[in-house]
């Protein structure tokens, strides 16, 4: 059981990149799944979820509205997040996470990087 984070990269302030969060082991569709971002130096950070496994409810960081936007593909077993018109100050590696009643899993993180 475990999930894999990938898509992370380098690019220039305004681009954009999709982030991909796979579930292996068990079914992403029956859990709630967020990313998480961890910059140098701070705090890990909530940044989207779907806060319900079916997908009725989602949060976004204010500091993201507008630009990220989180989904599904259940064909797949992978939660995507989409990230447009990054900024520096989004740089930070990125993690997925599921809850459940079990206990939480965390993806291994992939990093992004935004020069400007």
């Known amino acids: 059981v475990q999930l894999q984070a990938s898509g992370g990269g380098s690019v220039q302030t305004g681009s954009s990149l999709r982030l991909s969060c796979s579930g292996s082991g068990f079914t992403l569709n029956d859990y709630a799944i967020g990313w998480f971002r961890q910059a140098p130096g701070k705090h890990r950070e909530g940044v989207s979820c779907?806060?319900?496994?079916?997908?009725?409810?989602?949060y976004y960081a204010e500091s993201v509205k507008g630009r990220f936007t989180i989904s599904r593909d259940n064909a797949k077993n992978t939660v995507y997040l989409q990230m447009n018109s990054l900024k520096p100050e989004d740089t930070a590696v990125y993690y997925c996470?599921?809850?459940?009643?079990?206990?939480?899993?965390w993806g291994q993180g992939t990093q992004v990087t935004v020069s400007s």
């Open positions: 996470k599921r809850w459940g009643s079990s206990g939480n899993l």
């Open positions: 779907f806060s319900l496994p079916d997908d009725s409810s989602t």
